[in-house]
């Protein structure tokens, strides 16, 4: 089960990035403490008011220890975690948070690196620019927004010019004379041998996954922000749960999350959309109804761990670490 061992931070800066996005750089209680390391991708879950808990991408260097650095997008259809950090979270606050977890892991034997961000999924790709810029490896980043004054981070992004390996290539497609990203001569220009990252909204990623189909799987690789399929809720199955001793049966219309917190037991969760991997379990017996975008098919066809927020059975019992 996903590691849950938290700390305190304390909110040291809130700077405004762009149209609906802050980002907030978080530092340690102790002065001149050190936070746990991180590897570029990782993202960190903030405990938040009301029992909220939400998961954001760190954005800075992997090679900084001093503080973490999030952005976040005030998102129209939050489900109160942007709304809270936008409008109730002030410079000085404390902050419980989780030590990073990567599930969008860079791989840094690559030759080359290409980088297609949009929106508010450009923070995951700035530790790894930062990253690759630190292994000396060539990298280009496709960073689309709708207009300038929608992109965030690009004081950033304005460090990397003139740097060697660098090249950053900006498109805001509402503005004039402007159009949409053409992924498939993007894809087609990666240099041999070269891995390609996205993260987004849902759109760009699909279209990101139809125009990379031809790569090799380990080259490609992707993150989401949202799910692109709904919750496995069917029921109709049985739920052992070996360390609690005890089962339960999930009924139709009822999610499997649902179900375990209606008896009393709530593993720790976060987007209740399989993208985070917040409520990773370890399936014992069973087969999965994998719905996250989290696992790789894989380890989906492996079969030995599952995200109980979005996920169900497609046998008729699921034996579960729980």
Same mark, same amino acid.
């Given at each position: 089960?996903?590691? +849950?061992?938290?700390?305190?931070?304390?909110?040291?800066?809130?700077t *405004?990035?762009?149209?609906?996005?802050?980002?907030?750089?978080?530092?340690?209680?102790?002065?001149?403490?050190a936070?746990?390391?991180?590897?570029?991708?990782?993202?960190?879950?903030?405990?938040?008011?009301?029992?909220?808990?939400?998961?954001?991408?760190?954005?800075n260097?992997?090679?900084?220890t001093?503080?973490y650095?999030?952005?976040?997008?005030?998102?129209? @259809?939050?489900?109160?975690? $942007?709304?809270?950090?936008?409008?109730? %979270?002030r410079? &000085? #606050?404390?902050?419980?948070? $989780?030590?990073?977890?990567?599930h969008?892991?860079?791989?840094?034997?690559?030759?080359?690196?290409?980088? +297609?961000?949009? &929106?508010?999924? +450009?923070t995951?790709?700035?530790?790894?620019?930062a990253?690759?810029?630190?292994?000396?490896?060539p990298?280009?980043?496709?960073?689309?927004?709708?207009?300038?004054?929608?992109?965030?981070? %690009?004081?950033?992004?304005?460090? *990397?010019?003139?740097?060697? &390996?660098?090249?950053?290539? =900006?498109?805001?497609?509402?503005?004039?004379?402007?159009?949409?990203?053409?992924?498939?001569?993007?894809?087609?220009?990666?240099?041999?041998?070269?891995?390609? *990252?996205?993260?987004?909204? =849902?759109?760009?990623?699909?279209?990101?996954?139809?125009a990379?189909?031809s790569?090799?799987?380990?080259?490609?690789h992707?993150?989401?922000?949202? #799910? @692109?399929?709904a919750?496995?809720?069917?029921?109709? *199955?049985?739920?052992e749960?070996m360390?609690?001793?005890?089962? =339960?049966?999930?009924a139709?219309?009822?999610?499997?999350?649902?179900?375990?917190?209606?008896?009393?037991?709530e593993?720790?969760?976060?987007?209740?959309?399989?993208? !985070?991997?917040?409520?990773?379990?370890?399936?014992?017996?069973g087969t999965p109804?994998?719905?996250?975008?989290?696992?790789?098919?894989?380890?989906?066809?492996?079969?030995?761990?599952?995200?109980v !927020? !979005?996920s169900?059975? @497609?046998?008729? @019992?699921?034996?579960?670490?729980?």
């Amino acid at each position: 089960m996903t590691d +849950i061992t938290t700390q305190q931070v304390r909110v040291r800066t809130t700077t *405004y990035e762009a149209n609906s996005i802050l980002g907030f750089e978080l530092v340690p209680l102790a002065p001149a403490s050190a936070l746990p390391t991180f590897t570029a991708g990782s993202h960190i879950d903030l405990q938040l008011s009301g029992g909220l808990l939400r998961s954001y991408s760190l954005l800075n260097d992997p090679q900084e220890t001093h503080r973490y650095c999030i952005g976040v997008n005030n998102d129209a @259809k939050s489900r109160g975690g $942007s709304r809270f950090m936008h409008e109730q %979270l002030r410079t &000085g #606050a404390v902050l419980t948070i $989780s030590a990073p977890r990567n599930h969008f892991v860079m791989d840094e034997t690559s030759p080359f690196n290409v980088f +297609i961000a949009g &929106g508010i999924g +450009i923070t995951p790709l700035l530790s790894m620019i930062a990253r690759s810029q630190a292994l000396g490896t060539p990298w280009r980043l496709h960073y689309t927004a709708r207009t300038r004054q929608h992109a965030g981070f %690009l004081g950033v992004l304005q460090r *990397y010019q003139g740097e060697s &390996g660098a090249d950053v290539q =900006l498109n805001f497609d509402q503005e004039p004379g402007q159009k949409m990203l053409d992924l498939k001569a993007l894809i087609a220009a990666v240099p041999t041998g070269g891995h390609v *990252y996205a993260c987004g909204p =849902l759109a760009l990623l699909e279209s990101y996954e139809h125009a990379t189909a031809s790569l090799p799987p380990q080259r490609v690789h992707r993150e989401y922000f949202a #799910a @692109k399929q709904a919750s496995a809720t069917d029921g109709s *199955y049985t739920v052992e749960l070996m360390r609690a001793n005890r089962s =339960l049966q999930i009924a139709p219309g009822q999610s499997l999350l649902d179900g375990l917190i209606a008896i009393g037991l709530e593993p720790p969760f976060s987007c209740r959309q399989g993208i !985070c991997g917040t409520c990773e379990v370890k399936v014992l017996e069973g087969t999965p109804d994998h719905r996250d975008m989290v696992l790789t098919e894989a380890e989906k066809t492996a079969n030995n761990r599952m995200m109980v !927020c !979005c996920s169900g059975a @497609k046998s008729a @019992k699921l034996v579960l670490d729980l």
